[in-house]
């Protein structure tokens, strides 16, 4: 029996912590800083995500075995390194990678020259800093529009810019190389435009064997039919109805096997999720993106998929021991819809008091941005709720999603109606 500890405060963590929490294998599970979801499920401790010495007198105080480290900024951050290096941490298991192997999603610079190293499919590409400017723009002169600049660094999310004509490009290249996104954009990856339809694949991996979780496809604009701002997500649908079997074997054979294998042939350990961000061009995968982290909300809908014991994997990946799992997945289909707070992704309220938990049935809501106040939940976040239900369809998953969206009240509620539009 664990004492578990993830770390984390959205969507994501709270459908780990749902799952988790499933498994005979826990005792006691801990959640720092959590949200009003994940208090039901276990206990939450108000220290944040980047808070190295606050999680390690949580990891104390409360014996915790295990630590699932749900965002990439304290990996990226070196959290499973203060673990490794700290005399009484340094046996705690630490699902997540350490420095080295983060720098997957830290360094989108480290990922190009990574997948360049082992001959991994991705766009073709040029990084530059502020001295190569002329370099860059002699780069760009070569390419077609549209234009893809992407700061080397964690940019929250919003450091890819994608630009129509060769003019503005220029511009935007050398305002991101002055600092528009701080010291991200210190270097910037100009890359190829590629056009194809998206998915989100992820693997949980002791650095050595892994094992595939269920695929998924996120909807990343505010407005229906993929249009207006990018957000952090408006729902997820997993499987993914153009992932066959034979598109997933080439995922695997040409994406997969080359980036756990490279990362051990080039000595960096790993152990934690591994998210391929794909895109599917004229039927061949090829990769837009790393992340070290799960995927959301892809989380709040893959996580309804796996029936194995998810304890049993994360010990695996942390311990070495992931050839011996196997992973058993339904096939039922799961989708998940976010509610989010009227703005969203501009600015927008939070405390606004939320009703109607208790009318719906059969979606299990993951909580995103919410908070307890004195007797009543209110939002706390621009993402607010994901409604996740199950279906023998995605059209019926949905359906049952969205009858439960209806139900959920607060002022702004915003959500989309048309996810899988485009399957
Ligand atoms: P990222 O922040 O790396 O996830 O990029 C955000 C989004 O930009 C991706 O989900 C893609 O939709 C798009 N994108 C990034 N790189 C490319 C590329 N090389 N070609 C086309 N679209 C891209
Ligand atoms: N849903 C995309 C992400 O988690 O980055």
Redesign the pocket.
Known sequence: MLNILIVGSGGREHALAWKIKQSSKVNQLFIAPGNAGTSVLGENIPVGVSDFEGLKKVVLEKQVDLVVVGPEVPLVEGLHDFFIADEELKNIRVVGPQKHGAMLEGS?DFSKEFMERHNIP??K?KSVTRDKLEEGIAFLKTMQA?Y?L?ADGL?A????L?IDNLPEAEASLKEMLDGQFGAASSKVVI??????V?LSVFVITDGKAYQILPEAKDY?RIGEGDTGL?TGGMGAISPVPFADEAFMKKIEDRIIKPTVNGLQKEGIPYNGFIFF?L?KVDGEP?V??Y?VRMGDPETEAVMLRVKSDFVDLLIAAADGTMAEQSIEIDDRSAVTVMLVSGGYPGSYENGKVMTGFDQCENSILFHAGTKQAESDIVTAGGRVIAVSSYGPSMKKALDQSYVNAEKINFEGKYYRKDLGFDL
């Open positions: 989108k991705t766009a590409y549209p893809v992407k940019a999310g919003k450091g890819v994608i890359e190829e435009f590629l056009s194809g998206e990343k990018n961000g895109i090829y837009i993106e992340n």
